[in-house]
């Protein structure tokens, strides 16, 4: 009967507190035997272990929709409003102008040529030897951007990871290995080099108007996220690189800047830079 009994009784009692509470009969019985000057040490050590470790014992899984119908909380319009106007005021500040809709496609589009351009561009102020730009597919984040004022809300929308503009010497058996790899993936945006897409292999390279040499050395323009092996991109990672301190949307900006003084719009165009082969 002891141990139906005892069963019993730790199924209807919390073990957690019959555990503590042994645990601080030990205790007290341990002090009478510690010295003062360890007492404190004793008492950290011994209480740290048992503190109770609580568990979720139920929840359940909502898909809450968030939408016009839910109705605003006016404490929290009131506490956010400064924060808004601030955000707003930043974000709509208009950094240039685009004469042509801006559209996110494979294997060429003028969202992708924008961006490309643009890195190569603020990259060639870095090093003047830089001669490619390249740009994962993936890291456009929106799909379409309408002619007119491009605000820095935009390119937040269009590029918000902190991605930084990496300048990596490949090799040109790389540089193959790497147009394969945009072929495979159905096409990426590039600037300073264009190929043709036949059996997911890139075919008829050219560099700056010239075939590509597997010997030369092409300094490239990426973001880290591509240099450090990211989509897939592994082959870049022993590639001798600098990362510079500037995020790709700041380049973005600063490109549309550069344009806008001199009284230019962005007017990107699709020149058969990266096609499929007949």
């Known amino acids: 009967m002891g141990p139906q ?5 730790l199924t209807q009692c919390d073990r957690e507190r019959l555990i503590n509470i042994i645990g601080l009969l030990l205790f007290i019985s341990c002090c009478m035997f510690l010295k003062k000057s360890s007492f404190f040490l004793f008492c950290f050590v011994f209480t740290s272990c048992f503190v109770s470790q609580k568990q ?38 208009v950094m240039g102008i685009s004469a042509v809709p801006l559209s996110k496609a494979q294997p060429e589009c003028t969202m992708g040529n924008f961006i490309a351009d643009a890195q190569l561009a603020i990259a060639k102020k870095q090093n003047s030897k830089t001669i490619v730009s390249v740009m994962n597919y993936g890291g456009m984040r929106i799909p379409y951007l309408s002619p007119g004022n491009i605000t820095k809300g935009n390119i937040y929308e269009m ?48 560099v700056a108007g010239q075939p590509i040499n597997e010997h030369f050395v092409y300094l490239t323009a990426v973001s880290d996220y591509l240099a450090n092996g990211g ?38 165009k699709i020149e058969n830079r990266v096609t499929y082969a007949e």
């Open 5 to 9: 009994w005892f069963e019993c009784f």
């Open 56 to 93: 979720v014992a139920h929840y359940s899984p909502a898909v809450i929709k968030i939408d016009t119908s839910i109705a605003k909380q006016k404490e929290m319009e009131v506490f956010l409003a400064p924060y808004r106007f601030n955000m707003d005021s930043a974000m709509d500040k």
């Open 159 to 206: 590029m918000p990871f902190d991605s930084k503009l990496t300048l990596i010497e490949i090799p040109g058996s790389v540089l193959i290995q790497f147009c394969n790899h945009i072929a495979k993936y159905r096409g990426w945006p590039v600037s300073g080099i264009s190929f043709q897409i036949k059996d997911k292999k890139a075919v008829r390279i050219l």
């Open 231 to 268: 989509d897939q991109c592994d082959f870049l990672i022993p590639c001798k690189k600098v990362t510079k301190n500037i995020f790709i949307r700041d380049l973005l900006m600063e490109y549309l800047t550069d344009l806008t003084e001199k009284g230019e719009q962005l007017h990107p």
